[in-house]
């Protein structure tokens, strides 16, 4: 008594005698946002992390277009991108970057945990896919070396002493915590991504967490 005749389904009543009265909710499709760093040190390491970056792109969109939701794909150098994204609503903001950008590393620098509060502010979720390589997790150079940035040209010589190389593994720890972190803060997630793990591992182990 009191539902709306309009509504009823007429075809189930023909079947079954019984009355049920038809319910509808909208569907709404999420919006997923991908931001692929395109900076030259994405190109470092002998298996490069942009080519890890792109695969990670590859698995996102498609999980996003399975799904039937919308995806917006950005190639960019810099945090700059996430204030010039378009906004359709709540959803997901992907970053497929390997951080080592003076806005990530420089600890007197809030430029990441004001981008996740940005984000957060604009209900995106955050997921941060760090892509490194072998070169970069498990240091094995030795001896003097040229070291050459490959965004500034700048030369550093280093002697790569047992200590330095702890003081550098220490502060990409460091680094990783703040991502972490930051991320959370915001409600979303972190992910580590080596470039030389096997890539079905990587999406089926690493990257479990988004799919859960």
């Known amino acids: 008594p009191g539902d709306d005749l309009?509504?009823?389904?007429w075809n189930v009543y023909a079947r079954s005698e019984r009355m049920y009265i038809r319910e509808y909710f909208e569907e709404k499709e999420a919006v997923v946002s991908v931001i692929l760093d395109t900076s030259a040190s994405m190109h470092y390491g002998k298996k490069s992390k942009a080519e890890l970056a792109q695969?990670?792109?590859a698995v996102?969109?498609?999980l996003t277009l399975?799904?039937?939701d919308r995806l917006v794909l950005y190639e960019t150098d810099s945090f700059s991108a996430v204030r010039q994204m378009q906004r359709r609503g709540a959803g997901v903001t992907v970053i497929v970057s390997d951080f080592l950008t003076e806005a990530a590393t420089d600890p007197t620098q809030?430029?990441?945990e004001k981008t996740m509060q940005y984000l957060d502010f604009t209900k995106q979720r955050p997921v941060l896919l760090q892509t490194l390589c072998a070169e970069e997790l498990r240091v094995t150079m030795d001896g003097t070396r040229n070291l050459i940035d490959m965004e500034s040209k700048e030369k550093l010589r280093v002697t790569m002493r047992a200590d330095v190389i702890a003081r550098y593994?220490?502060?990409l720890q460091k680094l990783s915590v703040r991502l972490k972190?930051?991320?959370s803060a915001a409600g979303g997630t972190y992910i580590l991504c080596d470039s030389e793990k096997e890539r079905r591992a990587l999406i089926l182990e690493d990257l479990r967490p988004l799919f859960v």
């Open 66 to 68: 399975h799904h039937m």
């Open 181 to 183: 972190k930051s991320a």
């Open 6 to 9: 309009r509504r009823l389904d």
């Open 55 to 57: 695969d990670l792109c």
């Open 169 to 171: 593994e220490q502060e």
């Open 60 to 62: 996102i969109a498609f």
């Open 110 to 112: 809030d430029r990441l």
